[in-house]
């Protein structure tokens, strides 16, 4: 058991009011919140001193605590790293005349990507090996790899914090010069236009992180002389550039969580003017792909709450001129499409069970890919090639790993290209049950909860289970492998994704009703999928635990005081806790772009009822489980004072002597650490925690 005897740290109060719609919150820990600048400073303030003194002092708290496990925990991430095969690449994908691959080599956390020219057995040429480019920095991120039309250039992206802010760099692929221009404070994303000289970007608001202006920059020419081409002026909108897979038209999209808007400029005349496909609505939202003549358009117009498919000809593209390719269907979500010459790809979703329908642009074919498992998760891959007859799709299942398979879609032959392989010769995927149950919400719902164990596990009052969700912006969790997870099933214990409102596994009504004032159904869909294993004798409350991370570290805080006796122990990963001073400061990074997903508490009724079911709020002088809290001292997402001001509050009001815990990674941010073996670290920490709480240590 973990110990309890130490001395945890007590975060001193010094009051703040908060006062709005003549309701005052008093705020003990408003103190611990650092500006950016304070944070990046070498030179640090006594504020700032104070501040990262206390941040410190849990970490060390943590240390003391945890250390009789740190033998075991770096055992288990030896266990882990065991599994994965270090030498690993990708499957090869075709783009404009290359082959590109990424591909890691022993001992090394960055991949390497390369391509070869026209087959596979050219010789490689390197374009960027992550490991020479990171090793100087405690925290690297590169991405946003795009190529030239003519392949002689790429653009890149780097962020060395972990805020997301990104950096845009260009390197010339025949001579391996990095040019001098950088582009700072970016999305990480760019649009090549079709002359090989310009490019497009999106740059941030420095202070809220917004994605606010899209630019033009010409190769050879200082970036102090790029061109403002569109800047978002709804605080509540985001904006984004993209590339239709034709490469003939650029696409400026501005998006909120219930509107969207696009325009378009052909991308042979990168100079021109943007033209309007229509104009943004509220509760409106699409998105556009291009083939021949038309735009195909993914979108809930006419109330299609579950989208469909409409097309419309470049040149008549408001909503007016759409007309239905693929029709609304109550009973099943179309979540994305892609278009290739012959053949129209759908990705859909029925019943919770996502499905890839392929149909010919003659009609004379229309069929879905069988699927046998009911715990399983597939999805097309971005196809770049459009004169194919080959779509690559992925599978994977709660007992079988990741497989890419490449499909004919005429002749509906399918191949194998890459089997996941889980080194360390103890797995077999027929040691390993999975199934889907139903639990019954407090309003009659039906919840859907994806099981997976060993079949050797005896479920009992007594079984160590993990009960994981998220259930925000209409982001599904899919039912796949993990071989980190392994590591628990292996230990008896048992896996429980629950699909609750706040997702679309059900489609968009169920993300609809767990969002704004029906948020609570996420929380209550939670608490009632616990209290169904519970009475299914699949575990008990001394032995269950609950696991989230950012939205779901919210719902993580929301259980614990809607119903902490239900849980052993709960880790919260970088947890949006005090949503109501946050959803109020605007100057926080997102806080706008998400006023259709929480509420914009300035409006009372929405103050209100956040205030309900806020973490932070609504701590009260009561027994909470057992508890590691997890942030990054660079987090953009939630802003690690959070975490960091609940535990403080928690460790003041809790009347129990179960173990509270809070660790800052001062290097990171909100996705963690970064290079795939730090990451593992990291859950090693997570499942450690789990492992002591049992006593299972071995």
């Known amino acids: 058991m973990i110990p309890t005897d130490k001395k945890a740290p007590i975060a001193e109060k010094i009051p703040t009011k908060l006062e709005k719609h003549n309701d005052v919150r008093i705020d003990n820990y408003f103190w611990m919140r650092l500006s950016d600048e304070q944070k990046l400073s070498e030179i640090k303030d006594e504020h700032t001193s104070k501040v990262v003194d206390y941040l410190n002092a849990e970490n060390n708290y943590y240390e003391e605590v945890t250390g009789y496990t740190k033998v075991f925990e770096e055992e288990l991430f030896q266990e882990m790293k065991g599994r994965i095969k270090e030498d690993d690449a990708s499957v090869p994908y075709k783009d404009n005349g290359y082959f590109y691959i990424t591909r890691y080599e022993t001992g090394n956390q960055y991949p390497i990507y ?46 060395t914090v972990s805020r997301r802010q990104y950096f845009l760099r260009i390197k010339n692929l025949e001579t391996g010069q990095i040019y001098k221009d950088i582009i700072e404070n970016t999305t990480g994303g760019s649009v090549w236009a079709n002359d090989n000289k310009t490019i497009f970007y999106t740059k941030k608001d420095p202070v809220t992180l917004r994605s606010v202006t899209i ?27 993209s590339k239709t ?10 998006y909120n969580s219930v509107s969207t808007e696009s325009q378009f400029l052909d991308a042979n005349n990168p100079t021109g003017e943007f033209k309007m496909i229509q104009p943004r609505e509220r509760d409106l939202e699409y998105s556009i792909s291009h083939y021949e003549n038309d735009f195909y358009i993914l979108t809930n117009k006419d109330n299609a709450s579950n989208f469909k498919l409409m097309k419309t000809e470049v040149n008549n593209a408001t909503k007016e001129h759409w ?13 994305d499409f892609s ?34 498992e009911e715990t399983y998760s597939a999805g097309v891959f971005g196809n770049p090639e459009f004169d194919t007859e080959i779509i690559r799709y992925s599978y994977n299942s709660m007992t079988t790993p990741a497989s890419v398979i490449d499909f004919n879609m005429r002749n509906k ?48 009052k007594n079984t160590p289970l993990l009960q994981y969700a998220y259930g925000s912006y209409g982001h599904t969790v899919s039912d796949g492998f993990s071989s980190t997870r392994l590591s628990l099933l292996d230990r008896g214990f048992v896996f429980a994704l629950t699909h609750i409102r706040g997702g679309q596994y059900l489609g968009r009504d169920w993300y609809e009703d767990g969002k704004m004032l029906r948020k609570k159904n996420t929380f209550t869909d939670f608490i ?3 209290k169904y294993l519970i009475d299914n004798k699949y575990t008990s409350a001394k032995h269950l635990y609950a696991m989230g991370g950012s939205a779901g570290g919210l719902l993580m805080g929301a259980i614990i005081n809607m119903n902490p006796e239900l849980y052993n122990g709960v880790i919260a990963a970088v947890p949006f806790v005090d949503v109501i001073s946050t959803m109020l400061d605007d100057s926080i990074p997102l806080t706008t772009g998400e006023y259709d997903e929480w509420g914009n508490p300035n409006e009372l009724e929405n103050y209100e009822y956040i205030k309900t079911y806020s973490p932070y709020d609504q701590v009260t002088e009561r027994a909470y489980p057992n508890m590691l809290v997890t942030t990054g001292f660079h987090d ?3 802003q690690y004072w959070e975490p960091a001001k609940w535990v403080a509050k928690l460790r003041d009001l809790k009347t129990d002597s179960n173990i509270l815990l809070l660790n800052t990674n001062m290097e990171a941010g909100h996705g963690g650490a970064s290079g795939r073996f730090n990451a593992l670290k990291e859950t090693a920490k997570d499942y450690t925690f789990l492992l002591a709480l049992e006593q299972k240590l071995v």
């Open 114 to 159: 390369s391509r070869k020219k026209e087959t596979l057995d050219a010789k490689e040429e390197i374009l960027f090996n992550v490991n020479d480019e990171a090793k100087d920095f405690d925290y690297f991120q590169l991405g946003g790899l795009n190529i030239s039309p003519d392949n002689k250039l790429a653009v890149f992206a780097t962020d």
């Open 215 to 241: 630019y033009r920059h010409v190769l050879g020419t200082p970036t102090s002389e790029d061109v403002v081409v569109y800047h978002e002026k709804d605080e509540t909108f985001g904006t984004y550039v």
């Open 245 to 254: 897979k034709s490469d003939k038209y650029i696409i400026i999209g501005s």
């Open 323 to 335: 007309v239905d390719v693929i029709p609304h269907r109550k009973d099943t979500l179309l979540e």
């Open 339 to 372: 278009i290739f010459k012959d053949y129209l790809v759908l990705e859909e979703r029925t019943n919770g069970l996502n499905k890839i329908r392929i149909k010919r642009w003659d009609n004379t074919d229309d069929y879905f890919l069988p699927f046998q």
């Open 413 to 460: 032959t399918k191949e194998v290209k890459k089997e996941q392989e889980v080194l360390g010769g103890k797995f077999n995927k027929d040691n390993y049950i999975s199934k889907r149950v139903w639990a019954t919400a407090n309003d009659g719902k039906k919840v859907a909860i994806s099981l997976v164990h060993h079949k050797n596990t005896e479920l009992n």
């Open 528 to 530: 009632d999928c616990s």
């Open 636 to 638: 953009s997402q939630v």
